[in-house]
């Protein structure tokens, strides 16, 4: 990358402006990644922060999430077959150790008496509703506290507390995780806020038009009402509108897309019955990352979350996602949900890159750094980011591996007949998790025929031969405006060596077709 | 244009032809034919839709990716000649 370091600089706010004109690092984006990020180089006395992002955070994934400090919770078949995999799995992990110092950091800062950290535990349970992918990934769960020598013992689930569901949908098998718990996302986001005040950041409730620069560097953005801030380095964390921004001044066809993963989930005050005391989750299930209710002090619970990759922006919320959530936390969790009285709806994009993995690193334009792509655990991995990205700021060593790199061609983990089970194993999983019904005399292998045909046409009609997640296969034959960008964006490296095999991430039993 | 240029229209036939596997069909294929009626799905449209960009060296405006763009030889003709100006 052509910047190793942050420009050193003599830049400083514009005396008696009520809005700085200069800055050494301005940030776009006020999720956690970005608030995380200021807070590091606050501590460090970098210089001049800025932070830039509209205080309702609408459509951001911080803002809605539910924030679970669970690396294992989170364990499919899929994270541990590949080094690539792995190599993300393990900044979870690391990611995972940072937290109670992130915390003890922050409670001074807390906005109410709630702790910022809800709980400390996680139970996971195996129920049938989910198909045959809820029971590999329980597995895979267990294979991997094992590997990593993590506590976790099997227990009765209906020894879990608050855990109450209807008889039909009750586990058959629950693990205790001790060491995965969960914080409020929202407190924490809040403590942030009162903290970077405290250290002197500036956090402007605004947005960014574009970025202000040449074919060779960034120098400043453009605010929504056309202020100018002068920037030493920019820094783009801005979520699922960080492609678009980049693009406003370096568009080229090889930066890979990043869709929105739009999700809902609510929180809701507890109105009887016994509460839940720790996360209480089941494993990451069709196209999505599982049923889940995590306490949120003060008598409320979040529960969650549905994930649909669309092709706009929005803070939208489908009533089949509503019905799904209600229906089947009552069903699943706790029949007293019927209940709780919902205090907030959360809607919000996760970003997702084609690959499925972070966008992380210097652009080839000087001054621009680009933090984005975490999907569904930037939350959790947003303390070790910033210390990273600070690192990098400041011209020394990361700490997280180079594959995450921004300017990468997608990182190939599978092959495309694995990726076409993959998807026909999601699908399966959606159809009984999703309460499908079909004819008494079709069955379960009709319905697979029919999704491996889908997935097989999907690819020929696309002409592509990178092997795609199940969530971006879904979403390319869903509609034709995905189809043209994740068609158009693979073609790129047509008759050039195909996609990238970085090093380090070995592709196992993956590879390309 | 030249007369051993094939019109816009001529090579959407063909195209269509030959993505909605139509080649016994084809002589009888009028240009406003509904083609979902033909046998077209959301996957061979998405194929289509590829084909009539990659030939033409045209982009669609985003408006136009919907079913009724691609419903026949004719209103896929008119997406082309206007994404051409």
Redesign the interface.
């Known amino acids: 990358m052509s910047n190793p370091t942050m420009r050193s600089s003599d830049l400083v706010f514009a005396a008696g402006a009520k809005r700085p004109t200069k800055a050494d690092v301005v940030i776009i984006g006020n999720g956690a990644l970005g608030m995380f990020l200021a807070d590091e180089l606050v501590e460090r006395q970098v210089g001049s922060v800025v932070v830039v992002g509209p205080s309702h955070r609408d459509t951001g994934a911080s803002q809605a999430a539910g924030a679970m400090l669970g690396c294992f919770g989170e364990t499919t078949t899929e994270s541990l077959r590949t080094n690539a995999a792995r190599t993300r799995f393990e900044l979870g992990i690391s990611a995972h150790d940072k937290w109670p110092e992130t915390l003890r950091r922050l409670d001074e800062f807390a906005p109410s008496d709630r702790p910022l950290q809800t709980t400390t535990e996680s139970h996971i349970i195996l129920n049938s509703v989910g198909a045959e992918l809820d029971t590999v990934n329980f597995a895979a769960i267990i294979d991997a506290l094992d590997q990593y020598d993590k506590p976790w013992k099997e227990i009765d689930p209906t020894d879990i507390p608050g855990y109450n569901p209807r008889p039909e949908s009750r586990a058959l098998r629950a693990i205790h995780l001790p060491t995965e718990g969960a914080v409020d996302a929202r407190g924490v986001l809040a403590s942030l806020e009162r903290r970077l005040r405290h250290g002197g950041a500036i956090l402007l409730d605004q947005t960014v038009r574009r970025l202000v620069g040449s074919d060779e560097e960034v120098t400043a953005v453009e605010l929504d009402d056309g202020h100018l801030i002068e920037a030493g380095t920019v820094v783009v964390a801005a979520g699922i509108h960080s492609e678009s921004l980049v693009r406003t001044v370096f568009d080229v066809p090889d930066l890979m897309p990043t869709f929105p993963g739009l999700g809902f989930a609510m929180i809701a005050k507890r109105t009887g019955g016994e509460p839940f005391t720790s996360v209480v989750r089941t494993p990451n299930r069709g196209f999505a990352c599982g049923l889940h209710v995590v306490p949120q002090g003060g008598g409320l619970e979040y529960y969650g979350a549905t994930n649909r990759l669309v092709h706009t922006i929005s803070s939208v919320t489908w009533m089949a996602d509503v019905r799904f959530l209600a229906q089947y936390s009552m069903q699943q969790l706790d029949e007293r949900a019927a209940t709780h009285e919902v205090t907030k709806w959360c809607s919000g994009n996760r970003p997702v890159t084609l690959d499925g993995f972070p966008l992380v690193g210097w652009m080839p334009l000087s001054g621009l750094y680009l933090m984005t792509g975490t999907y569904r655990d930037g939350f959790h991995c947003a303390p070790l980011l910033a210390e990273h990205v600070a690192n990098e700021l400041q011209g020394k060593s990361g700490i997280i591996d180079s594959i995450f790199q921004p300017i990468r061609k997608p990182v190939a983990t599978r092959t495309v007949e694995s990726s076409i089970d993959e998807y026909v194993t999601h699908s399966l999983a959606a159809w009984f998790e999703t309460g499908a019904q079909a004819a008494p005399q079709m069955t379960t292998s009709q319905l697979t025929d029919y999704y491996r045909n889908?997935a097989v046409?999907?690819y020929?009609?696309?002409?592509v031969d990178y092997a795609l997640g199940p969530d971006i296969l879904w979403y390319a034959?869903g509609?034709?405006?995905g189809?043209?960008r994740v068609?158009r964006y693979l073609r790129t490296f047509k008759g050039d060596g195909d996609v990238d095999q970085p090093t380090g991430a070995t592709t196992g039993t993956g590879g390309t077709r | 244009m030249p007369a051993d240029q094939p019109s816009v229209a001529d090579t959407v036939r063909s195209l269509v032809t030959q993505r909605l596997n139509l080649n016994g069909y084809s002589q009888d294929l009028r240009p406003d034919d509904n083609l979902w009626s033909l046998g077209m799905t959301s996957l061979t449209c998405l194929g289509l839709m590829l084909s009539i960009e990659d030939t033409f060296e045209i982009e669609l405006p985003e408006e136009a990716l919907k079913e009724s763009t691609f419903r026949s030889i004719n209103t896929i003709s008119a997406a082309v000649e206007s994404s051409r100006k």
Request: proline share 0%; no cysteine.
């Open positions: 889908m046409q999907t020929e009609q696309l002409g034959q509609n034709l405006h189809a043209r068609a």
